[in-house]
């Protein structure tokens, strides 16, 4: 199991051009959840190497992938190459917080006229 954090600050900014002159409602949706569950994609490069007397020797593609099969690592294993697997892993991740946001503008009505 991996786990890992990202704190970021969020900040949108928004502008728009009317398209006829009049009275508009302009304005964003901000949408926040706690323990979203997500779906994500990775692809990953797996390598390993073993060391017998200080040397570093890789295990070649083949044996990288037998050990990931072997300790139940679940990817779609794409390319072995000589020292190396290529995989895609599909699932879902909890996300403590995520937000969406949304932006409008509607004309609801002419420019008052001065009397």
């Known amino acids: 199991s991996t786990s890992t954090s990202e704190k970021r600050n969020f900040k949108k900014s928004y502008s728009f051009t009317p398209e006829a002159t009049g009275v508009?409602?302009?304005?964003?949706?901000?949408?926040?959840v706690k323990n979203q569950k997500m779906p994500f994609s990775a692809e990953v490069l797996v390598?390993?190497?073993?060391?017998?007397?200080g040397d570093k020797k890789p295990y070649s593609g083949n044996q990288i992938a037998a050990m990931l099969y072997y300790g139940g690592f679940d990817c779609k294993i794409t390319d072995v190459g000589d020292t190396f697997i290529k995989g895609a892993i599909n699932g879902y991740?909890?996300?403590s917080y995520a937000v969406s946001s949304q932006t409008y503008s509607k004309r609801i009505g002419d420019v008052p006229k001065n009397d």
């Open 47 to 53: 390598t390993a190497a073993t060391t017998t007397d």
């Open 24 to 32: 508009y409602e302009c304005g964003m949706i901000v949408y926040c």
């Open 93 to 95: 991740m909890t996300a």
